[in-house]
C-alpha cells in the first residue's frame, strides 16, 4: 500500500509525503504524480520519513527523479543508500 499527500505547494515548489511501500504498481503511481508536478515547471521534494520498503524498480524510479533535480528529505540510511547506489538491491 501506499499513500501519497501532497503536503506544500508554495511558490514553484511542491514537497510530496509517502506512507507505507514504494513497490509494485505503486511505483508508476509514485512516477506520474511527480511527473505531473515537473511538467508544471514545479521543482518537487518527496519526504520519505514513513516509507518501510522500496523494491528494485521503486530505487530505479527514485534514482531517475534526481535528474530532475527532485530533492528527497528524511530518507533513511537504507533507502538513501540505495538512491544513491544504483548497485544496492
Not at 511558490?11 to 503511481?29: C, F, N, Y
Not at 521534494?45 to 528494485?56: A, G, H, Q, T
Request: proline share 2%.
Amino acid at each position: 500500500m501506499l499513500r501519497i499527500s501532497i503536503l506544500e505547494a508554495a511558490g514553484d515548489t511542491v514537497t510530496i509525503r509517502i506512507d507505507g511501500q514504494i513497490s509494485a504498481e505503486w511505483v508508476k503511481l509514485l512516477q506520474k504524480t511527480c511527473e505531473t508536478h515537473l511538467e508544471k515547471g514545479l521543482r518537487v521534494s518527496i519526504d520519505l520519513r514513513n516509507v518501510s520498503f522500496v523494491d528494485r524498480d521503486g530505487a530505479a524510479m527514485l534514482r531517475k527523479l534526481t535528474e530532475y533535480s527532485v530533492e528527497f528529505l528524511n530518507a533513511s540510511p537504507f533507502i538513501a543508500g540505495l538512491i544513491r547506489n544504483p548497485e544496492c538491491r
